[in-house]
């Protein structure tokens, strides 16, 4: 992807959370918000803030996006649409982009509740998206808000695409953009699920991959297998775990990669600490060269 941003791999980003969708909504019910949840994330991200970490907040859509996107199919794009599906799908962009900003807005909400400064960026409105993948993005606001104090929230959104003309931008998609252009020294992605198992976590036997080793060309020693929901338009675990493992590959394993549950009793462990320990009920992917 032809992201080029020099200056900026200076600035340091302590750490991207994401609030998954799984985590923050309730994906089996069309728009089903939990507070509860958010602002035990909220709480852990002040801790962080306190802690001096300079942090980005990223959240998913869940049950709020996914469903729209996939009744207009707005992932697929515009090309060769009539006129009557044009004007239909474009009805659908306008539902998504509404749905998410509904999410977003408690999502910062919450996060200014707790006393973190927390402030909304639509990549949509100011991305350049080709084939699903960020052309060009303006890191400038980015540095600048960060340098402020500010804690920016992004989220997955419908963007304008020069290939397909719309498209959905995963934030799995945005926090990897995020890590192209920026030194980021931790991402961890908080879901449902303690992790990444073996097979789908529903499946019996499943068990939690704690540490998984990639090498430079992206392969993993372990084979997993991955299933998604019906809603979900960008993928599920499989893009998540393809997002992480170039981030540990691009970043030539200077920037781990977690992928937790909510209600982890390691989730402060994983935000705060620098180190790691295999106690972790998580899963941990690095570089094949990392030694423990
Ligand atoms: N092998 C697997 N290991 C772990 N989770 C898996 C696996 N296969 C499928 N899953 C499912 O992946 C889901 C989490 O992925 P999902 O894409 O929903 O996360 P999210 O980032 O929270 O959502 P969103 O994309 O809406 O932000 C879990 O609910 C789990 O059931
Ligand atoms: C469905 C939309 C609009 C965004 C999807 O973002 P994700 O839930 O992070 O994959």
């Known amino acids: 992807m032809g992201i080029m941003c020099e200056p900026h791999m200076m600035t340091h980003i302590d750490i991207v959370i994401k609030f998954g969708g ?23 991200v002040k801790d962080c803030h306190e802690a001096g970490m300079s942090c980005i907040i990223v ?6 996006g996914h469903h729209q ?10 090309r060769g649409a009539t006129k009557e599906d044009h004007k239909h799908k474009i009805w659908g962009y306008c539902l998504v982009r509404q749905s998410v900003l509904k999410l977003n807005n408690a999502v910062v909400n919450s996060l200014i509740d707790v006393g973190v400064p927390a402030i909304s960026i639509s990549p949509g409105t100011s991305w350049k998206v080709k084939d699903r993948q960020p052309l060009h993005w303006p890191h ?17 959104d419908c963007c304008m695409d020069t290939d397909l003309t719309c498209s959905i931008l995963s934030g799995d998609t945005v926090i990897k953009a995020i890590c192209s252009n920026f030194n980021v020294k931790k991402v961890v992605f908080v879901t449902d699920v303690a992790g990444i198992y073996d097979r789908p976590p529903n499946f019996q036997d499943a068990k939690l991959l704690k540490t998984l080793k990639v090498d430079e060309r992206g392969d993993l020693t372990e084979s997993i297998q991955l299933s998604s929901s019906a809603n979900d338009v960008t993928g599920g ?32 462990d994983v935000l705060l600490c620098k180190g790691h320990s295999e106690d972790w009920n998580v899963t941990r992917i690095v570089k094949n060269d990392v030694s423990s």
């Not at 728009?31 to 958010?38: N, W």
């Not at 400038?140 to 997955?156: A, D, I, K, M, T």
């Not at 992480?244 to 394993?253: E, F, K, L, M, S």
């Open 22 to 44: 799984s985590a923050v909504t309730d994906k089996g019910c069309f728009e089903t918000y939990r507070p509860d949840v958010t602002s035990k994330l909220a709480q852990h």
């Open 237 to 268: 675990m499989k893009l998540k775990l393809k997002s992480a493992i170039d981030i540990v590959v691009q970043t030539n394993g200077q920037c781990p990669v977690y992928i937790t549950g909510y209600s982890s009793p390691n989730l402060s």
């Open 140 to 156: 400038e606001v980015l540095e600048q808000y960060l340098l402020s104090g500010l804690v920016p929230v992004f989220h997955g």
């Open 69 to 78: 996107a996939k009744e207009y199919a707005i992932n697929e794009g515009l």
């Open 59 to 64: 959240h998913g859509a869940g049950s709020f």
